[in-house]
């Protein structure tokens, strides 16, 4: 009788110089991704998805085309029968036990390029790369900007750093598939992409900041929220006019399920805030947006939204936190 693991192997079988392809981390972003790359990627079907959660790989299979994914209940299994592994995590335990958990069997590593899109400290990145190359297998940092509705809609931008040689097998599934554009550091050090990310990260949640004291102070001045609103939507059209709408219209308390979850937030201010000290670089803005959003995570608690921030403004100002 044939076992789970010899039919993943025989079914994910390439064609050619057409790679087999795994998926590992099913959160508000991965699971775009993994909806583009199913629908447009150029890959030996079936794509190889795991999660934590059996039952959101499984809802996630049934609403794309047949045969075109297969869930897969383990790591080991997800790495032995694909020669492509992305990885989209939570955190850097998260991807450290994940990749720890993936090489178990080193000889099934041998080989397999391993992609992690997840957004963590460029120094686990790092050591991700140190550890996964002296097991015989290849990696690409490729870490990504852009909300879930971007994920979703193939919209991102990813950040590619490693051996170019890698980054090559790995463009295919960006521009045009996952994402709309690339920032491209190949050969350089896989920690630079998401050192990137890190610092990028610094401009989002300032610019939530921002839009949060500005139409709170619109609201309070007597100007108000929609011409506030009506400026941003001229001036800054992209994110800004997209969180600008969000607080306006209370999105940012109304939804069960963050778009960017605030105790994520903070760890990437965290990692700045490290990358910062390690480096004598001052970031006072980033210490104002992390203390708003531990208001936020008190207030909302796994609920709380990066966006959120703009509860946190509104109740030190003497308004109520949901406007």
């Not at 499984?58 to 994914?69: D, N, V």
């Not at 590593?109 to 550890?131: E, I, M, R, W, Y």
């Not at 980054?167 to 190949?186: E, H, L, N, W």
């Not at 949640?205 to 619109?218: I, Q, R, Y």
């Amino acid at each position: 009788m044939e076992s789970d693991k010899q039919s993943v192997g025989r079914e994910a079988s390439s064609t050619g110089d057409t790679p087999r392809v795994a998926w590992i981390g099913l959160g508000n972003m991965g699971r775009g991704m993994v909806k583009n790359i199913a629908e447009k990627g150029t890959y030996a079907p079936p794509l190889l998805i795991y999660n934590r959660t059996a039952a959101r790989a499984e809802k996630l299979a049934s609403t794309l085309p047949s045969g075109k994914t297969k869930v897969v209940t383990s790591i080991p299994d997800t790495v032995d029968g694909a020669d492509i592994i992305f990885t989209c995590v939570g955190d850097d335990q998260a991807i450290e036990e994940t990749i720890t958990a993936a090489l178990k069997s080193p000889d099934a590593a041998k080989g397999k390029l391993f992609v992690d899109c997840s957004t963590v400290h460029p120094d686990t990145t790092n050591k991700l790369a140190q550890q996964i190359t002296s097991a015989g297998a290849h990696f690409v940092a490729c870490p990504v900007f852009g909300a879930p509705a971007m994920a979703d809609s193939g919209n991102l931008v990813c950040v590619l750093a490693g051996p170019s040689a890698q980054t090559a097998r790995v463009k295919p599934f960006c521009q045009g598939v996952m994402s709309r554009a690339d920032i491209d550091y190949s050969d350089q050090p896989c920690g630079a992409a998401t050192r990137l990310k890190i610092i990028g990260n610094t401009f989002i949640v300032n610019m939530v900041e921002t839009l949060s004291e500005g139409h709170v102070l619109a609201e309070k001045s007597g100007l108000g929220s929609d011409n506030l609103h009506a400026f941003v939507e001229t001036m800054f059209p992209g994110p800004y006019t997209a969180y600008s709408d969000r607080l306006r219209k209370g999105d940012y308390h109304k939804r069960e399920e963050p778009l960017f979850n605030a105790h994520l937030a903070r760890k990437d201010a965290r990692h700045a805030k490290a990358l910062a000290d390690s480096c004598g670089a001052k970031m006072k803005g980033l210490e104002v947006c992390d203390a708003h959003l531990k208001e936020v995570v008190e207030h909302m608690g796994d609920r709380g939204d990066i966006a959120g921030i703009y509860g946190a403004v509104r109740q030190e100002s003497g308004l109520k936190f949901e406007n």
